[in-house]
């Protein structure tokens, strides 16, 4: 199995399930690009595990956004996940004391909100938003699902520099006249509070449900792989040109020879000369790889 994988597993006679993801070389990809104030690096890490854990209870065709944005130093966090379980992540932040100095989520984001975008490749879009309240990132995820008509759902969350990990538990819809054991779900949510943070990342998924479950009967499932991967192209970029209308396009052409559009998740440059922007500003659309030099 891969450093980087996700892992289910289920509760025989109980619906619910749950969720592994642990991350090492995603986490390695993310910060080689850009480089983070050891908080701003945990919050990524575990914005970027819990992406992948939610993206994977989704039958999704498309993609997972978590973006968490406020008014302190840490003005944007955002990090995407497809249904293959590719990831990709980025942080922005000023230059302030309380990245190194604070604690809690209130002096990273200041006032804030988080949101979780579901953006499928075809179909209606959804996002649901909830305030930057609470003591970590995995609190204002469970207040997310408290607040909203999903299913029930808990999240831990650790990550440092070099690895991300988490767990998910989540109740299952259940048919017509069932009720679900709402003393069964305490228990098993009260057991995972004990999992200690060192235990999470390091463990493997079987000694910790051991650790924590051992008198419940669970089906562990086989892994799959999770890798950093940014869709980024140069036809996403050169719609990104034309999104600035024509007028301020034909103002580039006349500034300088080539214009160049920069990925900020991989680092990635796309160049363009006088040809293709002629051709941008006269077809006004988006060209494929093949039409662009």
Same mark, same amino acid.
């Given at each position: 199995?891969?450093?980087?994988?996700?892992?289910?597993?289920?509760?025989?006679?109980?619906?619910?399930?749950?969720?592994?993801?642990?991350?090492?070389?995603? +986490?390695?990809?993310?910060?080689?690009?850009?480089?983070?104030?050891?908080?701003?690096?945990?919050?990524?890490?575990?914005?970027? *595990?819990?992406?992948? +854990?939610?993206?994977?209870?989704?039958?999704?065709?498309?993609?997972?956004? !978590?973006?968490?944005?406020?008014?302190?130093?840490?003005?944007?966090?955002?990090?995407?996940?497809?249904?293959?379980?590719?990831?990709?992540?980025?942080?922005?932040?000023?230059?302030?004391?309380?990245?190194?100095?604070?604690?809690?989520?209130?002096?990273?984001?200041?006032?804030?909100?988080?949101?979780?975008?579901?953006?499928?490749?075809?179909?209606?879009?959804?996002?649901?938003? *909830?305030? !930057?309240?609470?003591?970590?990132?995995?609190?204002?995820?469970?207040?997310?699902?408290?607040?909203?008509?999903?299913?029930?759902?808990? +999240?831990?969350?650790?990550?440092?520099?070099?690895?991300?990990?988490?767990?998910?538990?989540?109740?299952?819809?259940?048919?017509?006249?069932?009720?679900?054991?709402?003393?069964y779900w305490e228990h098993l949510?009260?057991?995972?509070?004990?999992?200690? @943070?060192?235990?999470?990342?390091? +463990? @493997?998924?079987?000694?910790? !449900?051991?650790? !924590?479950?051992?008198?419940?009967?669970?089906?562990?499932f086989d892994g799959h792989d999770?890798?950093?991967?940014?869709?980024?192209?140069?036809?996403?970029?050169?719609?990104?040109?034309?999104?600035?209308?024509?007028?301020?396009?034909?103002?580039?052409?006349?500034?300088?020879p080539t214009v160049s559009v920069?990925?900020?998740?991989?680092?990635?440059?796309?160049?363009?000369?006088?040809?293709?922007?002629?051709?941008?500003?006269?077809?006004?659309?988006?060209?494929?790889?093949?039409?662009?030099?």
């Open positions: 199995m891969s450093p980087d994988h996700g892992q289910r597993f289920m509760f025989d006679g109980h619906p619910v399930r749950g969720q592994f993801a642990c991350l090492d070389e995603t +986490l390695a990809q993310v910060f080689a690009r850009h480089q983070y104030p050891a908080r701003v690096a945990e919050q990524l890490g575990q914005a970027l *595990v819990a992406a992948s +854990l939610l993206a994977d209870t989704l039958k999704l065709d498309g993609s997972l956004v !978590l973006q968490a944005k406020g008014t302190g130093p840490l003005r944007l966090l955002m990090v995407e996940c497809d249904a293959q379980g590719r990831l990709r992540g980025i942080a922005k932040h000023n230059d302030d004391p309380a990245l190194t100095q604070g604690s809690g989520l209130q002096s990273l984001y200041g006032q804030g909100h988080l949101s979780i975008s579901l953006l499928p490749n075809s179909g209606e879009r959804y996002q649901g938003i *909830v305030p !930057l309240e609470g003591a970590n990132l995995s609190e204002v995820l469970d207040g997310y699902f408290a607040q909203s008509e999903q299913l029930p759902t808990r +999240l831990w969350l650790t990550a440092d520099g070099k690895r991300a990990a988490g767990m998910l538990l989540q109740q299952l819809p259940v048919n017509a006249g069932e009720q679900v054991d709402a003393g949510t009260a057991l995972a509070h004990t999992l200690k @943070p060192i235990e999470l990342k390091e +463990l @493997p998924a079987e000694m910790i !449900l051991h650790r !924590l479950y051992h008198e419940e009967t669970i089906q562990l999770i890798e950093f991967h940014c869709p980024c192209s140069r036809e996403r970029s050169a719609r990104a040109l034309i999104s600035l209308g024509i007028e301020d396009l034909t103002a580039l052409m006349q500034e300088q920069d990925c900020e998740f991989c680092g990635e440059k796309h160049q363009y000369d006088q040809t293709d922007l002629t051709w941008l500003t006269a077809d006004n659309s988006a060209p494929g790889s093949d039409q662009l030099q």
